[in-house]
C-alpha cells in the first residue's frame, strides 16, 4: 500500500511516502509549455519565466531549472527572498525583480546579482549606494518600469526618462531594461492595452534620441503574449501561462499547452451516514438519506479554501463527490458517488481534470470567486510538492542532487 523509493531514486507514480495529501508537478508538461510559448515569440524575443511566490505554488527549485532547460533564458521574482533563495539552488541565469523592493534591500539585492527595477528616486539613490559601496564583479543591471497606466508601480515617462539617464550616467550601473506592465491585456477589448503600448513606445523614442537605449525592452505578461506579438518586444515575461493555466476564462491557451500541477490525497475513513445525521462543524450539511462520506486530510490550512463548503467537490472513482459541510482546518468530508465503491486507502483527485471527475483550477478559482492564480498561489507549505518527469515521481534525493 505504501511502497518506499527504490533504491534508484525513482518510484512508482503513485508510491506515497509521506502525507497522502500532495502536489504533483508534472516536469514534462512545463516543459512542454515553456517550449509551446517560446514558438509562438518573435525572432530574437526572449522568454522570462516568472517564478514568484514559489513558482505560483509549484516549487521555485525545480521550476526554475525545468523552465531554464526548456528554453526560457531569464527568470522573475517578486522579492529579493525569492531571488537569494534561487541564487542558493546555484542557479546563475539573470534574475529580474519584477516589482518595487525596499531600499534597505537594495543591497542584498545586489550582492545576490538580482537585477532591481527602479520607479522611484529613492530607490535609485539606495541601489547607487549599493553599488558603489559593494566589491560587484561588474556594473548592476538595472531596469526601470514606466507606468502607462496600470497605476500601480512605475514612474511617469518623464520621470522614467531621468532616471534612464541618470542609470546610463553612473559607471557603476547599466540600464538593463524598460518595461512597463499592462493593467487589462486578458480584456476581450484591446484598445487600453493598445493605449499603454502606445505611451510606452514613445518612451522609448525619446530615450532612443537622448542616446541611451536600454539593453532589453519588456512589458507584456501571458495574456498580451498570446494574444499579439504586438507586444514582445526583448523579452516576455510569462508567469500563470507556463503553469499550464489561463489569465482569464477569455484567454484560450496555444495547442499544446496543459496543467502542470494536480493536486492528490486518499480516503483515510469511509463514513457510513443515516438520514438526520449532520456532519462536520456547525451541522451545516444534513443527510437526507443514507449515504457514506469519505474523509480526505486536506483543510484550509493546506490552501483547500474553507470557501468550498457545501460547494466543493474532489474526484473520486472518477466521478464527482460533493464537499459534505463544512471544510475544515485539516480534514474534508465528501460524498462518495452514486455507483462508486470506495475503501480506506483509495486514491482521491482534488485537484486535476475532467476525466478524474475533479476540478480544475480554473473551475475551483470560479467556484470560489477567485482567479487560477489564487488559488495555485494559496497551496501552503504542508502540502508537500512531488515532481514527475518521464512518466516517473523523482523521490527527495533526486530532488535534492539534480544538477542545474
Ligand atoms: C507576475 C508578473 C508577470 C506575470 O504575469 P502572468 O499573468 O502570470 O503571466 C509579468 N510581469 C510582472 C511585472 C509581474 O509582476
Not at 127 to 143: C, N
Not at 202 to 214: F, S
Not at 245 to 253: F, K, N, Y
Amino acid at each position: 500500500m505504501i511502497p518506499a523509493s527504490s533504491a534508484s531514486g525513482v518510484a512508482a507514480p503513485d508510491a506515497s511516502s509521506g502525507r497522502a495529501t500532495r502536489a504533483i508537478i508534472d516536469l514534462d508538461a512545463l516543459a512542454g509549455n515553456v517550449r509551446a510559448m517560446g514558438r509562438l515569440l518573435s525572432p530574437g524575443t526572449e522568454l522570462l519565466a516568472v517564478v514568484k511566490a514559489n513558482a505560483y505554488g509549484h516549487g521555485a527549485r525545480m521550476v526554475a531549472r525545468t523552465a531554464l532547460a526548456a528554453g526560457a533564458t531569464r527568470l522573475g521574482v517578486a522579492t529579493v527572498g525569492e531571488g537569494a533563495a534561487l541564487r542558493g539552488f546555484g542557479i546563475t541565469a539573470p534574475i529580474l525583480l519584477l516589482g518595487p523592493i525596499d531600499p534597505g534591500e537594495a543591497r542584498v539585492a545586489l550582492s545576490q546579482d538580482l537585477e532591481p527595477t527602479v520607479g522611484t528616486d529613492a530607490l535609485l539613490e539606495a541601489v547607487e549606494d549599493a553599488a558603489r559601496s559593494l566589491p560587484l564583479g561588474g556594473p548592476a543591471q538595472v531596469h526601470v518600469k514606466v507606468d502607462t497606466g496600470m497605476r500601480r508601480y512605475g514612474a511617469t515617462p518623464d520621470g522614467a526618462v531621468a532616471l534612464a539617464g541618470r542609470i546610463a550616467a553612473n559607471p557603476m550601473l547599466t540600464l538593463a531594461g524598460l518595461s512597463t506592465h499592462f493593467a487589462a491585456a486578458d480584456d476581450p477589448d484591446e484598445r487600453f492595452t493598445l493605449e499603454q503600448a502606445a505611451r510606452f513606445d514613445r518612451c522609448l523614442e525619446r530615450l532612443a534620441e537622448l542616446g541611451i537605449p536600454p539593453a532589453s525592452v519588456h512589458a507584456a505578461n501571458s495574456a498580451a503574449t498570446i494574444r499579439s506579438r504586438r507586444y514582445d518586444y526583448d523579452v516576455v515575461r510569462v508567469g500563470i501561462a507556463l503553469y499550464g493555466l489561463r489569465p482569464s476564462p477569455s484567454i484560450v491557451l496555444p495547442e499544446g499547452m496543459e496543467p502542470v500541477l494536480s493536486l492528490r490525497s486518499r480516503v483515510t475513513r469511509i463514513i457510513d451516514l443515516l438520514a438526520g445525521e449532520t456532519v462536520g462543524y456547525g451541522r451545516a450539511h444534513r443527510v437526507t438519506s443514507t449515504s457514506q462520506g469519505a474523509l480526505v486530510p486536506i483543510g484550509y490550512a493546506d490552501g483547500y479554501r474553507r470557501a468550498l463548503s457545501e460547494r466543493g467537490w474532489m474526484g473520486i472513482g472518477g466521478k464527482r463527490g460533493a464537499v459534505m459541510g463544512r471544510v475544515s482546518m485539516d480534514q474534508t468530508v465528501i460524498e462518495i458517488p452514486d455507483g462508486v465503491s470506495s475503501r480506506v486507502g483509495d486514491k482521491v483527485i482534488v485537484l486535476g481534470t475532467l476525466e478524474d471527475g475533479a476540478p480544475t483550477v480554473e473551475a475551483m478559482a470560479e467556484t470560489i470567486g477567485t482567479i487560477a492564480y489564487e488559488v495555485v498561489t494559496g497551496l501552503t507549505t504542508r502540502v508537500e510538492r512531488v515532481y514527475r518527469r518521464g512518466g516517473a515521481l523523482l523521490d527527495g534525493e533526486e530532488v535534492i542532487e539534480t544538477p542545474g
